[in-house]
């Protein structure tokens, strides 16, 4: 009996299909990965599981319950209750069928006279100190204790109450999304264990001895004083109502669920979202998530509040001018008002004039439809994704020399990497699920190298302290990567095998030389990175010795004027020593928002079809024209900074932008402003009034993941089900709403479920030519590529060779940025996020996520807090040499002195008012990571914030009055 689907047992016709039940179910104990089995016979059932398996699990996997209070099968057996105990024959006692492996020829009673006269013992214990409040408890009957005491029969308790009890315990309330209720706690340890084992933050202690013994968060602090990062994993293993969601305390427990993809990070965790009626009450991770496998992190588990918020567009709005108010109108109003401005533009201005962004929160097939909507209906390609300003670098990096755009690995290949190089990403706070399995796996053994401006939290893992820190400066990845390979090279470390079999040997052998030059040695590059020469000799070979060695880089990488040169680099690291193929290594990008990898996948490009398929390729083009029904250009359009340029210059007159608010996400802010501002018809379709729809002329209401049903494509590849929780408010999902602006222009689609689109995209892009809905839902994910090649999907690229045929060697000449520190600008700021907000916190800043990071403040060394006299909450006024704005100052030694560091969820913040129009190379995604900045103390926000102020208060007051008709509202 499977106790996890396999798709391989699938294809092989072992199974019929994937069954959600088998997540439904707690077997107890985890389960062995040993390939010898075992048989034995329990309550006279005779089964064969394999080595290493519990007592406890086996017993499951042969359809018998065997109570249990403190196991829960995502954390190793602990033994504690006792209320597992069984009888072996041949052995003395009543061992714990939770900690007790099984052994050939066992045989196992479960079920007699003095087990279940042991076990009601056992509960007469925990119940004798329990509030008898069942009726009134917020789990209201969904509680393992309730249950168990019901199925040991207990029917009394021979206890009294008048003994030294915890039943006055207080209530720790302090942490918006769950309570505390120490006097209904067993002390089974679940959520301690939960805290280190699966989330790996250490937060939860049991204090104290014997009766005393109760669970403790820090040094007896309130969950919200503590290390708590509030991922939800103890509220999830609590056995009773002692951890409880508020949100069920308050409108009771679920009766319905559905299993959907967050819509959060690019981990793609799998949910239930567990439902009352219409009304979600609860996100509940999914045990079958292959990306997350039940666990969660505080966005994903409690930030779901927005998509109910006060403040979601219910309605179609249009305006003539953004200086009017809006007027609130039916679909069929604002899609005409819509289609009319477009096609005036284009007869008055030429075809060209227009454009459109696609969105990486959107589904696959809702970006699919706008690309080809501006493709067919538009008749250009003049289509960008906000994929550009953040992993553009990584899909023409990885293309150069993999010859594919997309990471090599599944998330759980970690697992079995033995160094861990972490460039440019903080896996922490940005992709929380999966570094609290990168943490596990550095908790087993594995080293961590971290290639970082700023001291990250994945260096304070513990049993991890010891991982190396590259503090480099920010803007000179490309020369500390190849001081790494140039140490692989000169002292003999590459895989030379792997290389002359799976790379091309010319450019191999260019590479070397190159590589081997003495400008590439640490002790040469050393001025130029900041870090010591013997440091990254250390990293070189403790990545080039290392069984496996995995890459895993973000943001850090590739928002740089090299971004597309670091990653090539990264590549060649990983060719050369041969970690590229199998599990445990690979070159991993980790995308920053849900669906980054699909928006890229779907031809959001301006230059790609879907697929990655050139538009200059005359057999591809043609291939999507009998598809489409429709003649294409062959010449690549606008990039989304083109576009800005075109719009102030008046050649480029409307803009469609689906879930995306540039005017805020974007660099040098004053530019995007005055390009959004030149547009004649800005068509703005997202869930709230954020800051580029405030420019907009036409506001078509969005749906959230909750409302729609589709497919997301996480950082790994996986393309997981989205699917519709609850009625979208304002009557359509985004892909209908698409569908209806290009019928409204004249272009047919007529699709009535996005499944069918899914079927188109496989019918057009070869990575995906297996991929559909049956499919997926037989199997619950799918990697591409998935084809005929590859059935059941690709879990590790480049196994045996390259789609390129050989691994290509590139030359990453280090080209110092633009950016430079002076006089003037003596400092260099570099951005990122953290934990509790999201992007530019349009979703999060809406739950009470805010209660930690409600502004984004300026993180400064001490030593140049110092020399400019300011401390803690003084305001600093940021001047860069393309704008200025103030944050207030956080004195930190987490960067070296000279470089300064903030976030960028707030849009008051301007953090983006000062990042310059740099970009990379290749690919125009900005040069985020690098500005050179003076600061000062201030007074007073800078003139953009209170620009910005006076705007934003008219904007809102004129959605406020969105029926006012011609009143200005001044």
């Not at 040169?565 to 050369?576: D, E, R, S, Y």
């Not at 002329?697 to 997981?720: C, D, Q, S, Y």
């Not at 060697?809 to 110092?816: K, L, M, P, R």
């Amino acid at each position: 009996m499977l106790n996890h689907f396999d798709p391989k047992q699938y294809l092989a016709g072992q199974v019929n299909s994937y069954d959600p039940t088998l997540f439904d179910r707690d077997l107890g104990t985890p389960g062995s990965t040993s390939t010898t089995a075992i048989g034995l016979v329990i309550d006279g059932v005779e089964i064969s599981v394999p080595e290493g398996t519990s007592v406890m699990r086996a017993a499951a996997l042969a359809g018998i319950t065997v109570p249990k209070l403190c196991a829960t099968d995502n954390m190793e057996a602990f033994g504690s209750c006792r209320l597992c105990a069984v009888e072996i024959e041949g052995r003395r006692g009543y061992p714990a069928s939770c900690t007790t492996p099984v052994s050939e020829g066992m045989s196992v009673t479960t079920q007699n006279g003095k087990l279940a006269k042991l076990r009601r013992n056992i509960m007469e214990l925990y119940i004798s100190d329990h509030p008898l409040d069942c009726l009134t408890c917020p789990a209201n009957g969904d509680c393992e204790l309730q249950d168990m005491a019901g199925a040991v029969g207990l029917r009394e308790v021979r206890y009294g109450y008048e003994g030294a009890n915890h039943l006055d315990a207080k209530i720790d309330d302090s942490n918006p999304y769950f309570s505390f209720d120490p006097s209904k706690c067993i002390v089974c340890s679940r959520c301690v264990r939960a805290c280190g084992e699966v989330q790996g933050t250490f937060a939860l202690t049991i204090d104290g001895r014997g009766f005393g013994s109760m669970v403790s968060a820090g040094q007896n602090e309130p969950f919200m004083d503590s290390e708590c990062v509030s991922c939800g994993a103890c509220v999830q293993a609590c056995p009773t109502s002692t951890l409880m969601e508020k949100s069920v305390i308050d409108e009771g427990v679920p009766e319905h669920s559905v299993v959907t993809t967050c819509a959060y990070c690019g981990v793609g965790c799998s949910f239930e979202a567990q439902m009352k009626g219409d009304k979600l009450i609860r996100m509940v991770p999914y045990k079958g998530g292959d990306a997350n496998h039940g666990h969660s992190c505080v966005k994903g588990r409690f930030a779901f509040g927005y998509a109910t918020h006060k403040d979601r567009i219910r309605e179609p709005m249009i305006r003539d001018s953004i200086d009017q108010p809006w007027r609130a109108v039916s679909w069929e109003e604002a899609l005409s008002f819509s289609a009319k401005r477009l096609k005036d533009i284009q007869e008055k201005y030429g075809r060209d004039s227009v454009g459109g962004i696609t969105s990486s929160r959107c589904t696959n097939e809702e970006t699919y439809l706008v690309q080809k909507l501006i493709r067919a209906a538009f008749g250009n390609n003049n289509t960008d994704t906000c994929a550009r300003v953040c992993h553009s670098p990584t899909g023409y990096g990885l293309k150069t020399t993999l010859g594919e755009s997309a990471g090599t690995q599944t998330f759980d290949s970690v697992m079995k990497a033995d160094t861990i190089l972490v460039i440019g990403a903080n896996p922490t706070d940005a992709h929380p699920v999966f570094a609290s399995l990168m943490k596990r796996r550095l908790r087993e053994g594995a080293d961590l190298i971290v290639a970082d401006p700023r001291r990250i939290d994945l260096l304070k893992t513990p049993h991890a302290e010891k991982g190396l820190h590259l503090a480099l400066k920010p803007g000179t990845n490309v020369a500390l990567v190849n001081a790494l390979a140039h140490v692989v090279i000169t002292e003999g470390l590459e895989d030379e095998a792997f290389v002359a079999s799976r790379c091309g040997t010319e450019g191999y052998q260019k590479w070397r030389t190159f590589i081997q030059e003495e400008r590439h040695a640490p002790e040469a590059s050393e001025s130029e990175t900041g870090v010591p020469a013997a440091l990254v000799r250390t990293a070189a070979r403790k990545y080039a010795t290392a069984g496996n060695g995995a890459i895993y880089y973000g943001l850090g990488v590739t928002e740089h004027s090299q971004g597309s040169t670091t990653v090539m680099a990264i590549a060649n690291l990983a060719m050369a020593t041969g970690n590229i193929g199998r599990e445990g290594v690979g070159v991993n990008p980790l995308r920053g928002q849900n669906n980054v990898q699909g928006s890229c996948d779907m031809g959001s490009f301006p230059h790609e079809l879907p697929g990655y398929q050139h538009v200059a390729d005359t057999e591809v083009r043609q291939r999507f024209e009998r598809v489409w029904n429709t003649t294409l250009d062959d010449e690549p359009g606008l990039r989304i900074p083109n576009m800005f340029d075109a719009a102030v210059a008046g050649t480029f007159k409307a803009l469609y932008v689906q879930g995306e608010d540039i005017a805020q996400s974007d660099p040098n802010t004053q530019h995007v402003e005055a390009a959004l501002s030149a547009l004649d018809c800005l068509i703005v379709q997202d869930i709230f009034l954020n800051e580029t729809a405030k420019y907009a002329h036409v506001l078509l209401p969005g749906a959230t993941f909750l409302e729609k049903n589709g497919t997301f494509t996480n950082a790994e590849r996986r393309i997981n089900r989205v699917r519709r929780v609850m009625a979208p408010v304002a009557g359509m999902e985004d892909w209908e709403v698409t569908q209806a602006l290009s019928n409204a222009l004249g272009y047919p689609m007529n699709y009535s479920h996005p499944s069918e689109i899914m079927d188109e995209i496989a019918q057009l892009a070869p990575t995906f030519t297996g991929v559909n809905y049956s499919k997926l839902d037989t199997l619950g994910s799918i990697q591409w590529p998935c084809n005929d090649d590859y059935p059941i999907g690709t879990p590790t690229m480049h196994g045996v060779d390259f789609p390129i045929g050989k691994g290509n060697f590139a030359i990453t000449e280090y080209v110092a940025t633009e950016e430079r520190v002076n006089r003037r600008y003596p400092l260099l700021l570099t951005t990122g996020r953290i934990l509790s907000q999201y992007n530019v916190g349009a979703q999060t800043r809406r739950t009470a996520n805010s209660a930690w990071h409600e502004e984004d403040v300026l993180e400064i060394h001490p030593t140049d807090a110092e020399d400019r006299g300011l401390k803690d909450g003084d305001w600093l006024g940021i001047r860069s040499r393309v704008g200025h704005t103030v944050l207030r100052c956080r004195v930190s030694d987490r960067m070296a002195p000279g470089v300064v560091y903030t976030t960028f969820h707030h849009p008051g913040s301007g953090a983006n008012v000062i990042t310059t129009d740099n970009s990379d190379w290749a690919t125009n995604c900005p040069e985020y990571k690098v500005t050179a900045v003076q600061v000062e103390k201030v007074t007073q926000p800078s003139d953009w914030q209170q620009r910005f102020q006076q705007f934003d208060e008219q904007q809102q007051r004129y959605l406020d009055h969105a029926d006012a008709g011609e009143v200005a509202l001044k």
